[in-house]
């Protein structure tokens, strides 16, 4: 992958935020109508934790009443975080260990988030920054030697997807009744 490339360039500059004392059906109904999985839980301007549609749901099972339930009450206090001026071999491998949405912080001050999908729509990005190849170039797939002998890296992004479900870079997908889902979300 091309070290060119930083995190504050592909990035999203809009991201969800909630209180700790919301109510959690009206975080859920937010989530739900913006088409984003979580929610930057934010006291004042600083970063305090997220929330999840996963989360929600968890709670929904193991304690039921949504209705007098807050954010507060279902949210991971910690978030994973992430500079802006992070090349993206880093938050790449850094995302596929941790398999999540990562919050862009600077200097302790939310500025977006990243995900996997963010990741992938910036090979695009790379190759019109790295010089235009010649058309009779060959391209080898992982494991697989070009004409010249070179040979594709196990780390490219032709063995790595996205969970239809929950939008984690994976490289483990399966179908199951029509989506591509992660080893996780198969289990729910």
């Known amino acids: 992958m091309n070290d060119l490339v ?13 209180s700790a004392s919301d109510g959690l059906v009206e975080t859920t109904e937010l989530l739900v109508r913006e088409g984003e999985l979580t ?12 929330v999840t549609r996963a989360d929600i749901l968890g709670y929904l099972v193991s304690e039921g009443d949504p209705d007098g339930a807050t954010v507060a009450d279902v949210m991971t206090d910690s978030y ?12 790449r491998d850094r995302m596929a260990t941790y398999g999540t949405q990562w919050v862009v912080v600077e200097d302790g001050e939310p500025l977006g ?13 790379e190759s019109e920054i790295t010089e235009p190849r010649d058309e009779s170039t060959e391209v080898a797939t992982p494991g697989q030697a070009t004409a010249d002998g070179i040979t594709a ?31 996780d979300c198969r289990d729910v």
């Open 113 to 125: 988030t990243l995900t996997g999908y963010d990741i992938l729509s910036s090979v695009r990005l």
């Open 80 to 91: 994973p975080s992430i500079g802006p001026d992070a090349r993206l071999p880093e938050a």
């Open 6 to 18: 930083s995190v504050r360039e592909v990035m999203n500059r809009e991201y969800v935020g909630a």
């Open 39 to 50: 929610a930057l839980v934010l006291e004042g301007s600083d970063p305090v934790g997220v």
């Open 153 to 183: 890296t196990e780390d490219s992004f032709e063995e790595q997807g996205i969970c239809s479900a929950c939008g984690t870079l994976t490289r483990s997908l399966a179908s199951l009744n029509g989506q591509l889902l992660c080893a």
